[in-house]
């Protein structure tokens, strides 16, 4: 399975994403270092930059290249809207680390 960690490492709220990956990437130390519950994983990580747009173009990368299932990691809100509408369009599972956004609830996303 292709996980797309999508989350900003750079900018002054980058230590936010450090923790995130860093969190991701010990629970995968602790099954060997290339699974998760006994499935094979390779875990594609990409600086969002704190930008909507960008965060968009990494999703969209990673979807058509990558062929990613399973995204994460996304951790500011203005982000999550940009990437997250497109990745349900495309039927790709998003497992978020926080709440989603109020304006995102109301449409059902």
Known sequence: MKIGFITTLSTSGGYLGEDARDGFLLAMAEEGGSSLGGVPVKLLVEDDGLMPAKGKE???????????????????????????????????NVCEPQRRPLAARWEGL
Request: net charge positive.
């Open 58 to 92: 990494i999703a969209d990368k990673m979807v058509l290249q990558d062929k990613a299932t399973l995204f994460t990691g996304i951790i500011y809100s203005n982000v999550d809207l940009a990437v997250v509408p497109g990745l349900a369009g495309r039927r790709r």
